[in-house]
């Protein structure tokens, strides 16, 4: 019967799996900022532990962290990898860098253009075609492309403000097509199957395709990479990625309050075409060559379904999806067309179990936690005067918690005591002796608050006394309600009255 | 023009305005953009054939001599490629509408998961069947007929005559019968349809099939000038879209004049001498985007103000 039950303790709220930096209390916080911009390197929350009063720091945005981990991952990785793996790194790193500045036109400016892969072959063309005919040396081939990514990033802006959202998404798709079709026209530009080649590089020419060679275009494509986050960072969560954010929000309203959200979204997409551009003229120099093949369809889908499978509109969205994608693509060579299969069958989950991509995949999680979580809350009636965990986090004195939960079990074993025996013998001795179950039920009761309490009231005449039972108010100051009407003729009885009331508060308790 | 140039302008006018007209007809009632229609086409392209090497040979024995033999032998190849195209259309249903219809971000993501089934069925099929070409069974020969002075070739006759049926029979379909009356109070108004007891997952279906099915009539209409290919369903599936854009996405009428000035074009710009076969696609989408920018939302298609 009353054998130790072990305790069961709930553990209340987050901070415990939180990463708190402890630093000195007494010295003042100094935060560096970033030269120019102004902003904070990272996103420090300040606080200090309730309890023991101790200084607390928290990295509110740990994403920088995991760039850092992986991209430093990478480059401490690259030395090391085989040649096919080196080359398969470049890809990722010009994918991705190509994928980042795609999510800048979808995710910030919203349009949802898929005339990526167009601009960056037009760049490559247009750099190429400088270079090998008229003796551009290959620096200036990124102005070049920079200035070609502008112009086709004009061209294709203009119809964007008349047509709008999936209208424009056809449209582009058959963009590249145009632009293969036009350049395979164009027999000045290349004679043979309209691809140029022997494009002067940044890697010399006896190092194309050696290890040096590889290891030079992987640390020129991961500065590709880095740019193109820079940019990425640089346009969208400053001011013009700012003014997006309220469009995309409330077109309207930002309107109301004077922000030109359309010029925001085409300069968005003129920068984005522009870097665009400067990617393409990297890439012809980086293969020394370019051809119609950046123009196909079938690449178009492949970097699509890189975007798509990472979520659109989030950097790490953009380069996790390449990574997955290019892996899939280059690493698994030998499964043929199935490969292909395998990306979309990929794609097709990603997209039926995911609103947002696989970057989202942990808020997304949440939410549906936190769903679940209040779901189970309103079906929750009965608490029986203990605290709930989610209410625990809002009463800053955690004794009492603890008091509320010991109090709960000591009534829930309490409640197993009574019986009609027990109730039987406190009617023929309410002054006792006393059994230990009844024992245990009086202490508790006397232990009770005020509010809780009785009182007896004797009235009448010395001999023929009568007693009637009156309620505590608890408060100073107020004095005691009469229960009911009835009056008892000894004063055992009036104790087994009070005695019956408290039974019946603990009962229904 | 030259009067055979009509009739290729025709031609090609029927078998777009098949795709075409699958197209917008799910976008409007269901929401959906089915980048899958060119998989569609290309699948029921290669249905028709297996079917048809299976099939045509006892039909062959049954009508020896028969008048009706190709008749026979062409209503077999159009059933075996309608009703893969239906059965595709079914796939699509299950993958790429029910689990995420209701969802947030229908209209993307329905674009992205077909764009991706699309994606797998060329390569499924170039990993099964080969990049080779196939040639589907030749119905009528190389004959020709002449009407009203014009030369005819007979699968020319038969594509315009087939289509024409079949889009007759399918807004005669969603005109007159109960499951039309339900789409197009889909198409125009969804919140009123399903407030007054139309179930979307219901309606969509038999759409998906219909759609479905026209693209693999299409195909094999298609296939007695061109090739069965694996990759034979990116251009149907490109022009498709563009007219279903330059008819106004949910306007069958729309669709069918788009269907109409695309051939003419089409066929036009092939016979100009210096623009020639290659330039087609170019003009064509010069053309649509100097409409769509004229017009937005398409010849048929009402901007969204005045829909409200």
């Known amino acids: 019967m009353n054998e130790p039950i072990a305790p069961v303790l709930h553990k209340v709220g987050n901070r415990r799996h939180e990463w708190m930096l402890r630093p000195e209390g007494r010295k003042t916080w100094q935060r560096r900022r970033l030269p120019l911009i102004g902003r ?22 740990k994403r920088p962290l995991w760039w850092l981990v992986g991209l430093a991952g990478l480059v401490a990785t690259a030395p090391f990898l085989s040649d096919a793996m080196l080359q398969i790194a470049i890809v990722f790193c010009v994918f991705a860098a190509i994928n980042v500045i795609w999510t800048l036109i979808i995710g910030a400016a919203g349009i949802l253009s898929l005339a990526t892969m167009a601009t ?7 750099a190429a075609a400088a270079n090998v005919y008229l003796g551009v040396p290959w620096p200036l081939m990124f102005p070049v492309g920079l200035l070609v990514g502008l112009m086709a990033g004009g061209l294709l802006a203009l119809p964007s403000t008349r047509i709008d959202g999936l209208y424009y998404a056809l449209l582009t798709i058959g963009v590249a097509e145009i632009c293969r079709v036009s350049i395979s026209q164009i027999r000045a530009l290349a004679p043979q199957n309209s691809s140029i080649n022997n494009v ?20 020129s494509a991961f500065v590709l990479l880095l740019l193109a986050l820079l940019l990425f960072r640089l346009v969208n969560s400053e001011r013009l990625g700012l003014q997006l954010q309220a469009a995309r929000e409330d077109e309207e309203f930002s309107e109301a309050v004077g922000i030109d959200y359309k010029r925001a979204r085409l300069l968005v997409f003129l920068i984005a075409s522009g870097a665009l551009g400067v990617i393409g003229a990297y890439y012809a120099m980086l293969y020394r060559s370019i ?18 499978i990472g979520g659109m509109g989030r950097a790490e969205g953009a380069v996790i999806g390449t990574a997955i994608v290019v892996l899939i693509d280059r690493a698994l060579i030998d499964l043929g067309p199935l490969r292909i299969i395998l990306i979309a069958a990929v794609v097709i989950i990603v997209t039926l179990t995911t609103h947002r991509g696989l970057a989202d995949a942990r808020s997304q999680f949440r939410a549906y936690r936190n769903r679940i979580k209040s779901e189970r809350r309103a079906a929750r009636t009965r608490k029986g005067g203990e605290v709930m965990p989610e209410e625990a986090t809002e009463i800053a004195d955690k004794q009492l918690i603890a008091y509320r939960r010991f109090d709960k079990r000591l009534r829930d074993r309490l409640k197993a005591l009574i019986t009609p025996e027990l109730i039987e013998e406190h009617r023929r001795a309410p002054l006792g002796p006393h059994s230990d179950a009844l024992a245990r039920v009086m202490n508790y009761f006397r232990r009770g608050e005020m509010s809780d309490k009785y009182a007896i009231l004797q009235e009448g005449d010395p001999g023929s006394w009568t007693y009637s039972v009156m309620a505590l108010s608890g408060e100073p100051g107020k004095p005691p309600r009469v229960v009911d009407d009835r009056h008892y003729g000894s004063r055992d009885e009036a104790y087994h009255a009070v005695f019956l009331l408290r039974v019946n508060d603990l009962l229904e308790s | 023009m030259d009067a ?33 229609h060119g998989a569609t086409f290309a699948v029921s392209g290669y249905g028709a054939l297996v079917i048809g090497g299976a099939v045509l040979p006892t039909v062959d024995a049954l009508l020896q001599g028969s008048m009706l033999l190709s008749y026979a032998r062409f209503v077999v190849l159009l059933a075996a490629g309608a009703g893969v195209g239906a059965l595709c259309g079914g796939v699509i249903y299950l993958l790429a509408f029910l689990p995420i219809h209701d969802k947030a971000n229908f209209a993307v993501r329905g674009l992205i998961v077909t764009l991706a089934i699309n994606l797998a069925t060329v390569q499924g099929l170039l990993w099964w069947f080969g990049p080779r070409q196939q040639a589907l069974p030749q119905i009528f020969g190389f004959g020709r007929l002449e009407v009203l002075g014009i030369p005819l070739r007979y699968d020319q006759a038969a594509t315009i005559g087939a289509t024409a049926v079949l889009l007759v029979a399918v807004l005669a379909w969603l005109k007159l019968s109960r499951k039309g009356l339900e789409i197009r109070a889909m198409m125009q108004n969804p919140e009123g349809a399903a407030l007054s007891g139309i179930s979307v997952r219901r309606a969509a279906m038999p759409v998906m099939a219909i759609t479905g099915a026209m693209a693999g009539a299409a195909a094999v209409l298609l296939s007695q000038s061109v090739f069965v290919s694996p990759t034979a369903g990116a251009m149907p599936l490109i022009k498709g879209m563009i007219i279903a854009l330059l008819g106004g996405l949910g306007s069958v009428p729309g669709a069918a004049i788009a269907a109409l000035l695309i051939g003419v074009l089409e066929a036009a710009t092939g016979a100009i001498p210096f623009l020639g076969q290659r330039m087609v696609l170019l003009v064509q989408f010069g053309f649509i985007i100097l409409v769509l920018i004229i017009r937005p939302r398409g010849i048929g298609g009402l901007l969204d103000e005045t829909r409200k």
Not at chain 1, 40 to 61: I, K, S, V, Y
Not at chain 1, 120 to 126: E, F, I, S
Not at chain 1, 291 to 308: E, H, K, Y
Request: glycine share 8%.
């Open chain 1, 40 to 61: 904070h390197w990272l996103t420090w929350r300040g606080g200090h532990n309730p309890r023991t009063l101790e200084r607390e720091r928290r990295l509110a945005d």
């Open chain 1, 120 to 126: 960056v072959g037009l760049g490559a063309y247009a």
């Open chain 1, 200 to 219: 002067d590089s940044f890697i010399p020419q006896d190092w194309f395709l050696q290890r040096p060679g590889l290891l030079l275009g992987f640390a």
């Open chain 1, 291 to 308: 051809s119609l093949n950046i123009f196909s369809l079938d690449q178009l889908l492949l970097m699509f379904a890189m975007i798509v």
């Open chain 2, 4 to 36: 055979s140039l009509i009739v290729y302008a025709l031609n090609l006018s029927a078998i777009y305005a098949l795709m075409a007209i699958g197209i917008s007809l799910l976008w409007s009632s269901i929401g959906m953009l089915n980048m899958a």
